[in-house]
């Protein structure tokens, strides 16, 4: 589908920077990331709650690391993760050399902000030792004293500027496995930062609203500023701030990838909003359907549409359609064309059914392609 011109983003060219295994930049696909909420000084809990952020699919996990307690912790949860981890760092060198030193395949580190060049010397010599990238993270509410001072408040210039010093610190070190995020609450700074950040250099931007808000609030605010950068062509990696479970953020930035066409995990529900029309209750099914079929990580269209004014035609557009009918006879489509009736009973397990078939005739292909 994504051949159809209007459909078409255009990627920003960038470096590529590897983040252990995975690629950020440079055309590779943008990696969905998360952070846990657990205390990091606490191995089996962090664990635990990557396992889950890896069954939703999540590419990188980062990990706050405030305290001696948590570099030390983390050797362990890499070793457990089959993702790679970064290490969130503020202020300490000492603890991202010691998270580089554990096995973080990146630091999350302002190089600006830990006062002295013989510091930033001795990070950098221990990522260049580990093999770590670094992300360098500036934000609208942590903006340097001198930035603020000279622009009077958090505005885009201020970022840009702010992420290029922090960029030169490393730089004047030699090192180029950089990626960088200019966040913000408020979406139109956020937007504008990148924007700018985008032209001033070639490095992956890792894009996120920061302290987006709750779930749904925070959903929608995300979608419309990842989600018109992304557009743009901006961004390689992409993290969603929620106050909700993390596994929430993951599965948000898959629908955001996928409703731009950009990045395809995981059932896609095409779902129409119901009316006097629906010949069986489409909010059930499809709210059941999402549970069940939530362990998909293949990219299987469907359809549930509850009447024919739209169910034909969006039937034809999927893997697995169904279209109410009358007398509870509904219609199953199959790779786009009408198959044979279901009762509105047995519909969920048939579709569940028919949809991990597809699946795992999708995931063989991949395997033999
Ligand atoms: Fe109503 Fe049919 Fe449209 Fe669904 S597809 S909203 S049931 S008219």
């Not at 635990?48 to 952020?53: E, P």
């Not at 983390?74 to 603890?95: E, N, S, Y």
């Not at 995981?266 to 779902?271: C, K, M, Q, S, Y």
């Not at 359609?321 to 009408?338: E, L, N, S």
Request: proline letters at 4%; aromatic letters at 4%.
């Amino acid at each position: 589908m994504s051949v159809r011109p209007y459909r078409h983003i255009e990627r920003r060219p960038s470096r590529q920077v590897m983040v252990g295994p995975v690629a950020v930049g440079g055309g590779a696909p943008i990696s969905v990331q998360s952070m846990t909420n657990t205390l990091t000084s606490d191995p089996k809990a962090t664990i635990d709650q990557i396992r889950t952020l890896e069954e939703a699919g999540v590419d990188i996990v980062r990990v706050s690391c405030p305290d001696v307690e948590s570099t030390a912790a983390l050797k362990a949860i890499v070793r457990a993760a089959t993702v790679p981890i970064v290490a969130d760092i503020h202020f300490h060198h000492q603890r991202a050399i010691e998270a580089a030193q554990a096995g973080a395949a990146c630091l999350r580190f302002n190089p600006g902000n830990i006062g002295s060049k013989e510091r930033v010397r001795e990070v950098v010599k221990a990522a260049k030792d580990h093999g770590c990238s670094m992300r360098i993270g500036v934000n609208a509410g942590s903006l340097d004293k001198h930035l603020l001072e000279k622009y009077g408040e958090p505005c885009p210039e201020a970022m840009v500027e702010s992420a290029l010093e922090h960029i030169k610190h490393l730089e004047d070190e030699d090192f180029h496995q950089i990626k960088i995020s200019v966040k913000a609450s408020d979406v139109f700074l956020a937007v504008a930062a990148y924007r700018g950040l985008a032209k001033a250099c070639d490095y992956p931007l890792h894009l996120g609203i920061t302290e987006a808000g709750g779930f749904l609030g925070g959903t929608v605010k995300s979608a419309i500023g990842i989600g018109q950068l992304l557009w743009e062509g901006i961004g390689d990696t992409i993290r969603v701030s929620l106050s909700a479970d993390p596994v929430e953020e993951v599965r948000v930035g898959f629908e955001i990838l996928k409703s731009l066409d950009l990045r395809h995990r995981g059932v896609r529900i095409v779902a129409c909003p119901t009316c006097a029309r629906q010949g069986f209750d489409v909010i059930k099914v499809v709210a059941e359907l999402e549970k069940r079929l939530a362990h998909i990580a293949q990219p299987v269209s469907l359809s549930i549409i509850g009447c024919v004014v739209n169910g034909p035609g969006e039937a034809r557009e999927t893997d697995v359609g169904i279209t109410g009918g009358g007398q509870g006879a509904h219609m199953v489509y199959v790779a786009g064309q009408a198959d044979h009736k279901i009762d509105e009973e047995r519909m969920i397990a048939h579709v569940v059914e028919l949809v991990e078939a597809k699946a795992a005739q999708m995931a063989k292909t991949k395997k033999e392609g």
